[in-house]
Structures are given as structure tokens and as C-alpha cells.
């Protein structure tokens, strides 16, 4: 089976490292892989792209495209640490461009950023859809897509299945470097138009990926 992993920045690097959660994480993919499985995750930015995306609008009048691509490059930074945890059971090197297919591939394979406008969510869409992945799962620090954000509204509703029209009625249409929102919009458009479904989970709770994995059921938002 085929699985596509959008592992959230905010689950690599939160502020710090994740150490703990990214040999867990390692472990895991590593078994399952094993067990025949395919996986292809694309790493986000995390804290420090925020913060140098913060930085360099604090010093200048900055484009858009150049807060993507100091996104990118945080992307790059956390898709090679990714990479040399599974040393060789991974592909040699890490991919960026997720619209053509690359051939000798292994069983674990890490995407980056890859250009101004695009998300990773919205590569971690064009990697499923360029190696005929019909999943994609979102690894982040929440637990289900709400229709505001739960930390500021007690009354936040909660979501365990939406499909791809109810999730564009809930968000904009738009993607904005660094957004805040459970899932880039136009990669939902583009795995609508593919028939993707997309799960969003919370990364911080491995036993969702395990269980996902294992029986394809897990806490979680499903997006179809």
C-alpha cells in the first residue's frame, strides 16, 4: 500500500527539535515499511520558517514569493534530518520536484518544498497523484479540522468527516505563506479533482498513524 505523509513543521520543530517523536516516527515507518508498505512523506517548515519569515518582514517590504521560498528552504533543512534518520532503508537523496516520477525509489522516500505558491500540503497532494496514492495523511498539532479554531472558541465544532465541498465552504480559497489554516486549500481543490482523500491527525499521538496504517481507522478528520 501506498500512504503519502505530510508531516507538519510544527510536529519536527516546534520551537525545538522533536527528538523523541522523530525516532518514534522513524521506528515506526521502518516497521511498517518492512511489512511491504510505501511511504512518501513531505516535510513541513515548522517554527523556525515562521520566524524567519517574521524576521524578514520585521527588516523589509517582502513579496510573497520570498516568504515561500524562505519556507522552502526551512522545508530542505528539516527533509534532510528526516532522510539521514533512515539512512539507507530511505532513498538516497531528497525530492523536491513532486510532479515527475523518479524512478528506483525505496519503500521510505522524503519530499521538501518545492516552489513559490505551493504548500507542502499541496506537494504532499502532487505526490500522491504522480505515484497513484489514493491517501494522504496530515501529521499536525491538531486533532480534527473545526470550524474555528478550538484555542480561542470553546464552542468550536469538530469534524470527523467533511467532504472536499463542506471543507471549501469552511475555508478561503486562497493559499498565504505561513497560513494558519487545517489543510491548504488548493491543494484540497487538487486532490478533489483526483479523487484524494486527505486524513488529518494529530502527529504528536503516533498511535493515530499506527492504528491508521494497521486497520484504516484512526482519531481523526476524513476528507473525501
Do not use: C
Not at 464552542?155 to 498565504?176: D, G, I, P
Amino acid at each position: 500500500m501506498n500512504y503519502v505523509i505530510s508531516l507538519g513543521g510544527s510536529i519536527i520543530n516546534p520551537g525545538k527539535i522533536n527528538v523523541k517523536l522523530l525516532k518514534a516516527f522513524g521506528d515506526l515507518i521502518l516497521t511498517f515499511s518492512k511489512k511491504g508498505h510505501r511511504f512518501f512523506i513531505v516535510t513541513g517548515g515548522g517554527q523556525p520558517a515562521r520566524d524567519a519569515q517574521a524576521a524578514a518582514k520585521s527588516v523589509s517590504k517582502i513579496t510573497p514569493d520570498d516568504l515561500d521560498w524562505i519556507g522552502i528552504a526551512a522545508t530542505k533543512v528539516n527533509a534532510e534530518l528526516l532522510r539521514s534518520i533512515f539512512g539507507k532503508a530511505g532513498y538516497k537523496r531528497i525530492i523536491s520536484d513532486p510532479s515527475k516520477k523518479v524512478g528506483g525509489l525505496k519503500r521510505i522516500n522524503i519530499f521538501s518544498g518545492w516552489k513559490p505558491g505551493w504548500s507542502t500540503d499541496f506537494v504532499a497532494v502532487k505526490v500522491a497523484q504522480t505515484y497513484d496514492a489514493k491517501t494522504v495523511i496530515n501529521l499536525s498539532n491538531i486533532d480534527y479540522v473545526y470550524d474555528r479554531d478550538p484555542r480561542k472558541h470553546k464552542n468550536a465544532r469538530k469534524f470527523e468527516r467533511l467532504t472536499w465541498e463542506e471543507f471549501n465552504k469552511l475555508f478561503s480559497s486562497k493559499w498565504n505563506p505561513g497560513a494558519n489554516v487545517p489543510f491548504d486549500p488548493v491543494a484540497a481543490k487538487l486532490a478533489q479533482q483526483h479523487g484524494i482523500k486527505v486524513i488529518i491527525m494529530n502527529g504528536w499521538e503516533l498511535k493515530n498513524l499506527q492504528n491508521f496504517v494497521r486497520n484504516n481507522a484512526a482519531a481523526g478528520t476524513v476528507i473525501e
